[in-house]
């Protein structure tokens, strides 16, 4: 009923190798090159050509807080939030970083280190991403330590909050939970808060947002990511780590970003060649195979997301988050059970929670994608288990 049969649904025409594959599908990380497929159609509109003796500086603009930020992505960045509503930018500096994984780091160095009390803890609800734990614990630094769960965290003394809304691993909307405001920092990480994931219900307006080019359009390989900081003291901490740490960011990176970047902007109002009206419809016919095998059986549990209500496209949308927080029913290890059908995902205790959640990648490649909720049909306890 299911397995196969879904993935004539598929945008790929390999339906009979798929449902053949025996391959190990790793949906562990978070690679999002489902969107693949949108940029291949764009031909040469995005290809970026650099001559040899360009962009050999480590300079971008001296004049900047973040003088290794190149202007023209500056303004590609200003214009996407402007276009999409998603991000105040004004009276902020932008700080670009190799990924938005360098500018958490960044962020951790600079408002713990502007803090008069040290270590800083560091905390994030659970379920949370599983990255925070290693990048605030793998340097051991003096300067903060992560303390787990925010819910559950009671400890005096100045905290910093990592706050990711929409939320990875669960999808869900999120605000700061400690709300101690005296002595509490708060770190806003929206790598999801675009149309195709979420409605867009506010411009977010925080002291320091976190966004990534990876998330967007799928150019994790490019590694950019940028922070909107609204104080130029915690801004200049930042760009002194990214200084210390890599001497800037890639100048061919950014070039490419700002290409890609300038394109979502002037098409994002076009239907037929939106890169939110595709992703949004892609992630959507991906959430519904997948509720289509969980609701057929009583194994599975995923959360609820209510629709609201998106500025952006003007209609209320359904909530299409790019992982799914799988729950099994029984009190069992659902990372092995999967991983008995060859499907690699990342353990609920990874994110603080129970090994009975997983963590999957709704962002694979069509062909994987397909392999997965066929396999996923298959487990023995679910209800229409026919082949
Ligand atoms: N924040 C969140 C919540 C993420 O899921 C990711 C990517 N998995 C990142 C930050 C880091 O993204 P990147 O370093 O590729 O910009």
């Known amino acids: ?54 962009l050999m500086s480590y300079f971008s603009d001296t004049t900047n807080v973040c003088w290794f930020l190149e202007p023209e992505l500056e303004k590609a960045i200003k214009a996407l939030h402007g276009a999409i509503g998603n991000a105040a930018t004004e009276e902020r500096y932008i700080v670009v970083g190799t990924g938005s994984s360098q500018l958490c780091q960044a962020a951790l160095f600079a408002l713990s280190s502007l803090s008069e009390v040290k270590p800083v803890s560091i905390v994030a609800a659970v379920p949370y991403y599983s990255t925070y734990v290693e990048e605030a614990s793998y340097v051991q630094s003096s300067l903060y330590k992560w303390e787990g769960d925010a819910r559950t965290f009671d400890k005096n003394g100045p905290y910093i909050e990592l706050v990711t809304s929409p939320n990875n691993p669960d999808g869900t909307m999120r605000e700061p939970v400690v709300n101690r405001r005296e002595d509490g920092k ?123 209500f998106c500025n952006f496209f003007g209609k209320t949308i359904s909530t299409s988050p790019a992982f799914a927080w799988l729950g099994y029913k029984e009190e069992r290890d659902l990372g092995s059970l999967l991983k008995e059908k060859k499907v690699l995902t990342r353990g609920g205790d990874r994110c603080g929670c129970d090994k009975k959640y997983v963590r999957v990648s709704m962002l694979s490649r069509d062909d994987d994608f397909d392999v997965f909720i066929q396999r996923l049909a298959t487990i023995k306890d679910l209800k229409c288990n026919q082949p």
Not at 26 to 53: H, R, S
Not at 229 to 255: C, F, P, R
Request: hydrophobic fraction near 30%; charge should be negative; proline fraction near 3%.
């Open 1 to 54: 009923m299911v397995g196969c049969e879904n993935s004539k649904k598929s945008d790929s025409d390999s339906n009979k190798e798929k449902c053949l594959s025996d391959d190990v599908i790793n949906l562990d990380q978070g690679d999002p090159t489902a969107f693949q497929e949108y940029w291949m159609k764009k031909k040469d509109k995005c290809t970026v050509v650099i001559p040899g003796w360009d």
């Open 186 to 308: 708060v770190i806003h990480d929206f790598a999801y808060y675009w149309p195709h994931y979420t409605s867009i219900t506010r411009r977010q307006d925080h002291d320091l947002m976190l966004f990534t080019f990876s998330k967007i359009t799928g150019h994790a390989g490019s590694r950019i990511g940028w922070a909107l900081v609204k104080d130029v003291e915690v801004a200049k901490k930042m760009v002194q780590y990214l200084t210390i740490n890599s001497i800037g960011v890639s100048k061919e990176s950014q070039t490419r970003a700002t290409t890609i970047l300038n394109e979502l902007t002037k098409t994002c109002r076009t239907q037929s060649e939106s890169f939110f009206e595709y992703g949004y419809e892609k992630m959507k016919s991906r959430w519904e195979r997948l509720l289509e095998v969980v609701e057929s059986g009583d194994a599975f549990t995923l959360p609820n997301y209510p629709q609201a």
